[in-house]
């Protein structure tokens, strides 16, 4: 057995994981003992970690590297037999999700701030999966946060870097690092869901896409994927190589961030469809040519077509959606009879009920898609299903979403975030709307039915969770909710959330801010947004 050095150290306050994992600079990551004492709490907190294997990798931002040696000491100390480490310390979240599942690991550690910059002045990040492949549940979180309060040391084997570039087994100490291939097994689940052959037809027919990776970790899948195995065009791809600072962009796939891909998707002579992913694969934006189909219908969009797919021909048990997500898909588990489960935000609240089988298919309004064939949202595997539809119907993505809309009518949705506001003025503003006596009330001619703070009990496991955004709810079905995020580093960002469902297809086709402008001005008043953060607009609308 190798040395064991303990080393000791301090607390570092603020080690609370957030709505995914534990966020920070990359500034607070570096401080000495800043990483070990976190990975040291995961580690003291997740039951006897000896003899166990580990799944590690991340999105490939700056400080990945350097954090994968420090895991790699410091899980050779706490007796893991084996690590097994994506290569070049490439992993996209789902692809880990994949591994941990199909491998039995003892959960994984994935290296990500997702969507957030990268690179020395930028964000880093770190999060612990279960064993079932998803994020530790709020329990887990808790325990860690814990010890992290009262750490007093941390153990690591002293060795050199491993060459995390080479595939193939090496040893710290008596601890075996396999380096492997991180699209293999991803692949090959994807065959398994979706129709290749299909989608292989769609591309020799001459159809057109733009995949936009945005310089994070799906290049390698989506070269692998779409232009290998599917025939996708060379060049399908775009911003296909990792870069450790995404080439200074943000890597969101939304209108505000992707926009070359939304440049190369308009226009007559455009593809047939465009797709982006996120920091760390597990986001997805979808566009048609001069379209595009918000993460709320294309959750709903995905469910009512999902028997065009091999991996859901049986049809599904049910649906799930985050609380902040439009109603489009409770309207298809309706016509379907399935239920559809509301959650609190984040992509942990899923995981019971796709481990109970109650739900199949699952989504956020932030560009999360996903279904139980892994715990985590995936992006690529929502880009799939979509080809899938679209290589089985022949039509154009703007047909599909209306003709959906004309079945189901169009729940008109909009996200307006403010974002890097006062703290102070954040919880100001949530606290006033908190004491505002409105069940009853008239608000600029709409009639607020349900007034709250959303509170959550999990079907499955009885946990409850309260706090989850403040909800107007007007008799007519419209709606407004109001969120902190929980992923950000820099002072606050309210998300706003407006909704109106359209019965009448001759407005379907309204821009959604011109649709709901009413809404949006009373949103506003309500909160006194602009006097109390001193933004008359929104940083970000998707
Ligand atoms: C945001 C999204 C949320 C998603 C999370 C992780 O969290 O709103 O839906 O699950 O990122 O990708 P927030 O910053 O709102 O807490
Ligand atoms: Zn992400």
């Not at 002045?121 to 010890?147: H, L, S, V, W």
């Not at 109970?356 to 929502?382: I, M, P, Y």
């Not at 908190?434 to 499955?460: I, Q």
């Amino acid at each position: 057995m190798a040395h064991v050095k303990t080393v000791v150290t301090t607390p570092f306050a603020g080690q609370k994981p957030g709505t995914s994992g534990l966020r920070k600079k990359v500034s607070v990551f570096i401080q000495p003992h800043y990483l070990e004492n976190f990975v040291q709490s995961v580690f003291d907190s997740i039951g006897n970690t000896v003899g166990k294997t580990l799944a590690l990798g991340g999105d490939g931002r700056y400080f990945n590297r350097t954090a994968i040696q420090t895991i790699l000491r410091m899980a050779a100390a706490a007796g893991f037999a084996r690590v097994m480490v994506g290569r070049g310390g490439i992993l996209s979240t789902p692809a880990a999700s994949c591994v941990i599942r199909k491998y039995k690991t003892f959960g994984g550690i994935i290296l990500s701030a997702s969507h957030n910059p990268g690179g020395p002045d930028e964000d880093f990040g770190i999060k612990y999966n279960i064993p079932a492949g998803g994020p530790a549940p709020e329990a887990i979180t808790e325990a860690i946060y814990a010890r992290s309060l009262t750490i007093q040391s941390y153990k690591l084997v002293e060795s050199d870097d491993i060459d995390l570039d080479q595939l193939g087994t090496v040893r710290i100490g008596t601890m075996e690092v396999d380096i492997f291939d991180p699209v293999a097994d991803y692949a090959a689940l994807m065959e398994t869901l979706v129709d290749f052959a299909a989608i292989r037809a769609l591309f020799a027919s001459g159809f057109k896409m733009r995949f936009d990776a945005m310089h994070a970790v799906t290049g390698p899948y989506a070269h692998e994927i779409l232009e290998r195995r599917l025939g996708a065009a060379p060049g399908t791809v775009m911003n296909g190589i990792p870069l450790e600072d995404f080439g200074g962009g943000h890597p969101d796939p939304n209108l505000a961030h992707a926009h070359d891909l939304v440049a190369a998707l308009s226009g007559p002579e455009s593809p047939d469809f465009g797709a982006a992913s996120d920091g760390d694969g597990d986001r997805n934006m979808i566009l048609g040519r001069d379209f595009y189909v918000t993460p709320s219908d294309s959750l709903a969009v995905l469910a009512a077509n999902a028997p065009l797919c091999p991996g859901y021909t049986r049809g599904l048990a049910g649906i799930a959606r985050s609380m902040p997500t439009s109603a489009a898909a409770d309207r298809v588990a309706a016509k379907l009879g399935i239920p559809c489960y509301e959650t609190p935000t984040g992509w942990k609240f899923f995981g019971t009920l796709l481990d109970a089988g109650k739900a199949t298919l699952c989504g956020e309004e932030s560009f999360g898609t996903g279904s139980d064939h892994v715990r985590e949202k995936d992006g690529l595997w929502a880009v799939l299903m979509w080809l899938n539809v679209l290589a089985r119907r022949r039509e154009s993505v703007a047909d599909i979403v209306t003709a959906h809309w004309r079945e189901f009518g169009r729940n008109v949705y909009s996200r307006h975030d403010y974002e890097g506001i006062e703290t102070a003025a954040a919880e100001g503003l949530m606290d006033h709307l908190r004491g505002l006596p409105l069940v009853g009330t008239e608000l600029d001619g709409r009639t607020v039915s349900v007034f709250d703070d959303f509170a959550y009990t999990d079907p499955v496991d009885g946990s409850v969770s309260t706090k989850q955004g403040i909800r107007v709810l007007f008799e007519d079905g419209a709606r407004i909710v109001y969120r902190l995020s929980g992923t950000g580093t820099q002072g606050a960002t309210l998300r706003v959330y407006i909704e109106q469902y359209e019965a009448d297809p001759s407005r379907h086709g309204l821009d959604p801010q011109v649709a709901l402008v009413d809404l949006i001005a009373t949103a506003r008043r309500l909160a006194q947004i602009e006097d109390r953060t001193g933004r008359a607009e929104p940083t970000v609308i998707t």
